[in-house]
């Protein structure tokens, strides 16, 4: 692929994860005064109105699934719901970038969940890679004299969800649009979240400064996914994918822009570890896909 169309998709990729982050940030100053539940609510509406406006721009999704896929895009869905939960949990107790740093680890152990459910190869490299990642992930979650903190618990918690999801992301056929896939999820987090704020029973008047949180974090969130799509689908994953964990970068600014907030050293130490495992593991993906296609040319050629 041209380095120009690598270069773009880069440049597409950190603007998506900064906008992503955006919306954690302000979703977390609107946690100190609103119920998680209402929250997402009210976020999850206003994305699903935009995904519903913006399925009339691209091609329009379809609903004749087979049982299968349709089943599969209602677990992915219903992963995210709980993830979200989860995340804005424990993003509402412990500091931005502690709950970002946490979440650099997730293509560590998709990797590692995929070679267990889905049987896909890995070598002892990259399996040293990932226990190295699960050792930085130590020290930012790592327990006082009572134990782990809740909010990393639940952070935590959130990637087992996300690993949950993108092994079913993995699973639906080509016959799913991307449109279906986003709308599916978006019906079933309002539903999700509704029937959360209904059970809880708390409804918060919001002031105005909050209700343009919620819309620009609906924005951000939005134009995250729409990037990380323009991202992919313009540069070569192996390029594009590691200017993911740029997404610490921009917690780190927005934490200190937001709240006053830098993280200690082990910390950011154990940032630094999961980020440098995860940057190894891309690498030999990406030498080990190489060997498999040198190997099936040279089949061929024979």
């Known amino acids: 692929m041209p380095k120009t169309a690598n270069m773009r998709g880069a440049l597409l990729m950190i603007a998506a994860v900064g906008a992503f982050t955006v ?32 399925s009339g721009f691209f091609a329009p999704p379809r609903f004749d699934l087979s049982r299968l896929d ?29 709950a970002t740093a946490i979440l650099q680890s997730v293509p560590l152990f998709l990797t590692l969940a995929a070679a267990i459910f889905l ?23 790592r327990p006082g004299p009572e134990g782990f903190s809740p909010g990393a618990l639940y952070v935590s918690a ?12 993995r699973k639906l ?28 029973g ?8 909050d209700i343009l949180r919620i819309i620009a974090a609906s924005v951000a969130v939005s134009l995250g996914y729409v990037l990380s799509i323009g991202a992919i689908r313009l540069g070569d994953l192996s390029v594009v994918g590691p200017f993911r964990y740029t997404g610490m970068v921009w917690s780190l600014l927005l934490g200190l822009a937001f709240f006053g907030v830098w993280p200690d050293p082990l910390t950011l130490a154990g940032a ?28 061929a050629a024979d």
């Open 23 to 54: 919306n954690d940030a302000l979703m977390k100053a609107i946690l100190g005064h609103v119920p998680l539940f209402q929250a997402q609510f009210l976020r999850g509406l206003a994305v699903l109105l935009m995904l519903a406006l913006a």
């Open 158 to 169: 959130c990637v087992v969800t996300v690993i949950l999801r993108e092994l079913c992301t």
């Open 70 to 98: 349709w089943t599969l895009c209602l677990a992915r869905s219903f992963a995210e719901a709980v993830s979200a939960v989860l995340y804005l949990e424990g993003l509402s107790r412990i500091p931005l970038p502690n």
């Open 272 to 299: 630094g570890i999961v980020i440098a495992a995860g940057l190894f593991t891309i690498y030999r993906e990406h030498v080990a896909e190489r060997a498999a296609s040198r190997l099936s040319g040279g089949v």
């Open 173 to 200: 056929s080509a016959a799913v649009p991307s449109m279906t896939a986003a709308l599916t999820m978006g019906v079933v987090l309002v539903v999700f979240s509704g029937a959360g704020a209904a059970v809880a």
């Open 119 to 141: 049987k896909e190869p890995i070598g002892w490299r990259r399996l040293g890679a990932i226990l190295v990642g699960f050792l930085g992930v130590l020290l930012i979650v």
């Open 202 to 209: 708390e409804w918060t008047p919001l002031a105005a400064v």
